[in-house]
């Protein structure tokens, strides 16, 4: 059949900066940005929308960033900030995405604009889906202000909101235009959240980087001490390893492996079973865990470097294992979780276990049985594990 | 202030395809395609979502379309052919596409799964959008059945819906995986509609390949005839200007430039207030006609080209103006749709003019007296003008 072949290659690049104290009037790194981005003679307008926790937690918030740009003028503030609530709910109910593309409209936001999102992983996600597609695109910059989004998601190009009840169901591979990763935020999480982060750390060692594994054996009690200089190591050497990965062959993720889900299949299901009570770092450790021990028990990790991964989990803080990560029997929730998991990747299942710290490989089957043993493990005989 | 710096390229690559009979089953292209795209294991699934119209004016087709898929089977045809109405209906209705949405869900289409859309522009529009950001994107075919779509938008990057009575105020960049042109489509389009999109061929003949526009002046007699052989070179040099232009500098329009909306400006704004009873290609022609008078008034292209441009626009049958583009006064509707145009460019307006035939250039100004001018000429004294 004759025909016009069309291809073309597209260049996306961003920064994600690392500062204290983004909007403090001394601080000129986002205006700076904002000056250099671009060369268009239109006016660039930005909009905020922040988590109303946040807020609630620097309650000068707002107010400091009308100050800002009343003084640093590279953009010009709509003055009304936007609050809203943070957390899986906001990907959930519809309302949120269109109400930030009402607000889009309403103050003319252009693809020479900025929407400005402050907040965690979720807030982040949803106001940058409604980004990538109000006008095909107005500029979208994130100012992340948990560990986990400091480090994993508000780093990476993909965005979302949940639908027909499944989580990312719409959503774009769209980067931001720029990231802030602004420490002074980490000061008011609790602890929950702030360890909750460490999670994806964890994870990005095992399958990418040892020596950062054996760096975060090293600082786990300044880690739990909420030690700043340590926690902002973690962040920017997590965060690089997400970027170089994304960089690397398959940005916008076109073939069916997922080596950055490392742990997070059986997690996904535990969010969802229990409504996002166990926060995604949590289920992700856990994740982790079953995956490690899983990986020893099928002939690859060794068992000393399994209870390696293991024990630092359970030093950092984490749960290793939940009563719904059980396999009791064929119908069992993990299991379930596992062929949907199958079903959203196509058909082919791929699985990232570790051939050992810093290695990962992977599968296209889990054997119910192994993944049965490995819960046991986890459950009854970690004490002997931990013993090695 | 201290950062990562994230660079990266994707490559987009796909094919348009030109054919006569898609789904006859000695024509196994299509199949061929599904077949040779991605070495996944996993099961590809195809749903079809058909112009209704299209289903009326060929009404063997969806018949067509199971038994083809019942003999070639690189792909598994969801049964059900959707049939959703076209025209710009299908853009304002967010319903349409929410049960694209829907569909997808429900038949579990996924990202190594195919959405196939035929029909003309609107539905292409829509169903992309749709299958763009759904899971982030599931696998696009456009089957483009008009002029206008399989010269122009089908073969595009672009895809949307309408938002708050906004065209095209939701929407992505994001190509298919393929386009296939069928030319026995054509033969079912009204004289209207296959004159329409012959506006395209022009305008981008103007700015793009003087050779071309020539071709057009030589050829309008068998266009208007409705010569087969003569269209299907119209279209596939026009979708060949079209996909060199967006593989070229700016793919998904991250600066102001947009040489490919020659002669749109006052077209958009005459099929918003004609509420798109004057067609697409219509308002363009009109656009085109308006423009290029506008050059010569403004010291650019000669009035002897300027004439052969107007002379062949009536020669195919269009009208080159329309009431509603003149000026009477400063709220002229023509006038607030450049403002809107403005404003929609994020405040610098960027217009293409014509220098010569096949040559144009970008000016960031309009003349109100001399828009007037440029209508008057056209209204009142075109027979002038085509006399030279």
Request: hydrophobic share 45%; glycine share 8%; aromatic share 10%.
């Amino acid at each position: 059949m004759e025909y016009l072949q069309q291809s073309f290659s597209v260049r996306f690049e961003y920064k994600t900066f690392f500062t204290s104290g983004l909007f403090e009037l001394s601080n000129t790194g986002f205006n700076d940005f904002i000056a250099a981005d671009s060369t268009s003679a239109s006016i660039k307008k930005i909009l905020f929308v922040v988590d109303q926790d946040v807020l609630k937690a620097n309650p000068k918030l707002a107010d400091q960033i009308r100050r800002y740009f009343s003084i640093h003028k590279a953009a010009q503030l709509i003055p009304e900030i936007i609050a809203m609530p943070g957390g899986e709910l906001i990907k959930n109910d519809e309302g949120f995405f269109s109400r930030v593309l009402q607000i889009i409209n309403q103050y003319n936001i252009d693809r020479h604009s900025y929407v400005a999102a402050i907040g965690g992983g979720s807030i982040l996600d949803m106001v940058g889906y409604a980004a990538a597609v109000a006008h095909r695109g107005v500029k979208h910059i994130r100012i992340p202000t948990t560990v986990l989004s400091q480090n994993d998601s508000g780093v990476g190009v993909k965005n979302s909101i949940n639908y027909f009840g499944k989580k990312n169901f719409l959503g774009t591979f769209v980067p931001p235009v720029a990231v802030f990763n602004d420490d002074q935020f980490l000061l008011t999480l609790s602890d929950r959240d702030y360890r909750s982060g460490i999670a994806e750390a964890i994870k990005v060692s095992l399958i990418k980087d040892a020596a950062f594994f054996e760096w975060l054996e090293a600082n786990a009690d300044a880690l739990v001490a909420r030690d700043m200089p340590t926690m902002k190591y973690l962040i920017k050497r997590c965060a690089e390893l997400h970027l170089n990965h994304i960089a690397g062959l398959d940005p916008f993720e076109k073939g069916s492996s997922r080596p950055l889900d490392f742990g997070h299949w059986s997690a996904h299901k535990l969010e969802q079973l229990t409504n996002f009570k166990v926060l995604h770092g949590e289920a992700v450790a856990m994740g982790i865990a079953l995956d490690t021990v899983y990986s020893n028990l099928s002939g690859r990790i060794s068992v000393d470097e399994a209870n390696r991964v293991v024990n630092l989990i359970k030093k950092i803080g984490f749960e290793i294992t939940h009563p719904l990560l059980e396999v009791t029997g064929d119908d069992s929730p993990i299991l379930i979780g596992l062929q949907e998991f199958r079903e959203h990747l196509g058909g082919e299942l791929t699985i990232m276990l570790l051939e050992r710290i810093g290695v990962g490989i992977e599968v296209h089957e889990m054997d119910a049985q192994l993944i049965k043993k490995a819960g046991e493990i986890l459950k009854n005989e970690h004490a002997a594990l931990s013993a090695v």
